[in-house]
């Protein structure tokens, strides 16, 4: 889409269209046509406030949605197969090798009464895919897999309860499980988000070193801009479940076209000030499924954005935005009012 | 644990203390002359008044209680006032097993019933396997026990004579087979009876750790079986609140054995007690008392060194 | 949804999240999980209370023994006679008020006892909490039939009494509830806020602490009814309870029990009743707790 040159890198994630729905309701849809990529070696910065839609998307790629509950649709692409199409079993099992979670949460993440090693094992015993190691084998892999995301003293914590590590120590451990099958993408839902800050930085180095030594292209997931601006290499903005900005890592606190972004950033503690925010009414939207979903604050709003979803349209190269009026560009031509299919009529 | 299990002890004698006194106060209130049953038709006078020595009856309260305390420490439970005036111990040690077997396969029974059915509907992810599932529970909750017990007596045993009738068959005399198979028709009761709380609780504790838990969609990922996810990781932590009801329902049991066993004529704990305070056995009724209390105490206390054992950060938290 | 038409009309301004909240909650107790259960009860609450007088049944125990056992259908006996030849309906209707009463009478006693000593026993944590929860650990580890066994021996069988027996074992299951409740509470910033500027304990207690845990304590005090019945049922077929001629469901289980093979519908069409009333009690604190959850979310 955006990406010119020869070589190409390998995309390991390529989401297009995923809109996500209440089971049986109508109306404005959870994710409405998200797409999202994640190149291999590359960290994808997705970012937003909280409800935005950042967890779903994992979720719904991951294919751990309760399908009782939420009705998805749209392609999704992991390491080139399109596992949408697969069965529950054979998805979950594919994605077990390919992808891995770390969450925001690494106390909840774990298993309380189940000690650390075998937790960390357990894949590379039973999972169906795995290489279904001996006892042993397996041990020893935890072994070193504790030893690679740095966990000191691995020998003695394999045998450890998750409630008598650190949080840091936790996160690590759940980075272990997330690598023991080998995968090739990573996803991180707000991994430091629980963490001091000293620890958040040691797993954000760590999350880069195994980014950079095994190849692996990470999603991460964050309400923080600044530390999604220093680790990143492609942001893209979720608001009220739609993409609303995508963007290189260079563009956020330069050139952010969406009135959105910019309030984001204006918000973090040092970028506000030199630019004098007129203060919004909040409207309320009759139909939202076919406004823009930040026209109820947005200071540039004129009668379309009410009206019509803007479609995510490329304002210059690599930089997306779904904005009738992006700014410091030309106005998008209206005529593309029809382009966006999530805002379809009477689903 | 010890530690645990020693800071538990002064709270047990308490309990077990105040129930004593309790039931010491009961049977004290209690009207009636209790010499006079004694004697029957030899009451004279004289006969009277060496039995109330005999008894302290002329004691004051509070010197009574404490006697009778001291004796029971000491193991002296004294013998039955009701002809044949057997060692109270002797009851205690007869009544002790049918309700033992009871309380035991009663258990064995809802806790299977309980945790099965509860996987069942939770893992079949199928609403109408659930439903049926609810909808058992909801039945065997809503019918007393008593009468549930009738009725399937009825249906089982007179109708149809697929299970043994009422009565209870001591091992030495039929045989532990026949002992059994007398006890495990009400022990099935009793187990219909408590089970769906015990479903209920731990259904929903299964179901929240399912859907709530992060270790839970880790564990999903890691693309182990569900079978492998459940009995692996969900069951274990899904089982304190599971315990919790166990431990609140034996107080509970005990007054549903009374009912089964007068429905079953079988001679329990439960038909002792109920005799011996309706006839003023005074020792007899003191003993079997404290005894259950005792029996309430120690199963909670094997709770919570369940609940130890099977959580470790309880475990660390009392060591 | 009003699903208007992309126009100009599209903006409007501010929301009105008052009445619509205020409708939903009005909804959230219309759906069926609420309404059979309680419509259940409510008729039979009224078929009790007021059918013997509507329908000029006759008195339940002043039956003639020439009249026995006819079967459901018969003129004068709808549903037939006991061995007694007691009219069956009125039977059923009358002991049915003396089942609700004493269940009822029994919960109150447990939700008001129980509560005030739990609320005061999770309070005050320290000496007073422990002498409460031991009194209620003894409550608890006390076969609960003993004291019924007592009640009768001593004060001879009776609705009262039966009411008191039964109430006095309430206590300790309510008596846990309130204290758990009342010390997941205590904790929250505004109790603690309230303790150090002085406000009186009782005051805290009831102004703070009580529509705290009201919710859990009424959505108990439905499973503590169910229980109630059970207990007054199973009393009264011992013979501990309500005694005969007086009728209640449970009696009339118990002093049929010898004619189960002879006449089955003389215990079957008590345990119906007393099956509907209890399952209704259970659905209804299920559907309310339901309410609860979604009104949290």
Known sequence: ?347 | MLRMILGRLPQMVIVVLGTGFLAFSIMFVLPGDVVRSILGDNYTPQAAAQISAQLHLNQPFLIRYFSWLGDFVTGQLGTSLIPPHQQVSDLLGQALLPTGEMLLFGQIIAIVLGVGLAVLSVASRNRVVDRIVQAIALVCSSIPGFVLGLLLLELLAVQFQLVSPRGWVAPADGGWGENISHILFPSLILGLFTFPVMMRVFRAELVSQLDDEDYVTLARLKGISTGRLIFRHVLRNSSFGLLTVVGINVARLVGGVVVIEAIFGIPGMGTLIKNSVQQHDTPAALASITFVAIFVVVANLLVDIAYAILDPRVRDAAS | MTTATPTNTSMIPTSKRGPRLRLYRARAYRKPSVIVPAAILLFILLACFAGPTLFHLPKPSVGNLSDYLLPIGSPHHLLGTNTLGNDMLSQLLVGGQITIIVSVGAMALGLVFGTLIGMIAGYYERIVGAVLMRILDIIFAFPDIILAVAIAAYLGPSVINTIWAIGFFNIAGFGRIARAQTLRVVRMDFIVAGRSSGISGFSILWTHIWPNIAGRVFAYALIALSYAMMAEASLSFLGLGVPIPTPSWGNIIGSNQSYMSLAPLLIVMPAILLFATIASANLLADGLQEKRASTIE
Not at chain 1, 28 to 52: F, N, Q, W, Y
Not at chain 1, 256 to 277: H, K, N, Q, S
Not at chain 1, 303 to 312: A, F, K, M, R
Not at chain 1, 316 to 345: M, Y
Request: include cysteine; hydrophobic fraction near 40%.
């Open chain 1, 1 to 347: 889409m955006s990406e010119s040159g020869a070589a190409m890198p390998e995309r390991l994630v390529d989401v297009e269209n995923l809109t996500v729905r209440v089971s049986g309701r109508e109306g404005m849809p959870i994710l409405d046509s998200v797409s999202i990529t994640v190149e291999a070696g590359k960290m994808t910065a997705l970012v937003g406030e909280s409800g935005a839609g950042k967890s779903m998307t994992t979720k719904a790629i991951l294919g751990i949605l309760d399908d009782r509950l939420f009705d998805v649709s749209g392609r999704i692409e992991v390491c080139g197969e399109d596992v949408s199409a697969m069965k529950t079993k054979q998805r979950r099992q594919y994605i077990s090798r390919v992808a891995a979670l770390v969450f925001q949460n690494p106390t909840r993440a774990l298993n309380p009464t189940m000690r650390i090693g075998p937790q960390i094992a357990e894949a590379t015993r039973f999972a169906p895919d795995g290489p279904h190691l001996s006892d042993k084998a397996a041990h020893d892999r935890a072994i070193e897999l504790m030893k690679q995301v740095g966990i000191a003293a691995p020998e003695e914590r394999y045998f450890a309860f998750p409630h008598q590590m650190s949080g840091g120590m936790k996160q690590r451990a759940v980075i272990a499980i997330a690598l023991s099958l080998n995968p090739k993408v990573l996803f991180c839902d707000e991994p430091t988000s629980s963490l001091d800050v000293t620890t958040q930085a040691l797993i954000m180095d760590l999350l880069d070193e195994l980014r950079a030594r095994l190849g692996l292209g990470i999603l991460f997931i964050t309400h923080d801009l600044v530390l999604a601006a220093s680790r990143a290499d492609t942001v893209q903005v979720l608001h009220s479940g739609r993409v609303v900005e995508k963007m290189p890592v260079d563009d956020l606190f330069q050139r952010a076209a969406m009135p959105y972004t910019r309030d984001l950033i204006a918000r973090v503690p040092g970028f506000g000030g030199d630019e004098p925010r007129p203060t919004m009414i909040p409207l309320e939207v009759a139909s939202p499924a076919h406004a823009c979903s930040y026209v109820g604050e947005c200071a540039f709003r004129q009668g379309i954005c009410g009206t019509q979803v803007p479609p995510l349209a490329e304002i210059e190269p690599g930089h997306l935005a779904r904005c009738w009026f992006p700014v410091g560009h030309p106005p998008l031509d209206q005529s593309l009012a029809t382009a966006h299919e999530g805002a379809s009529i009477g689903r």
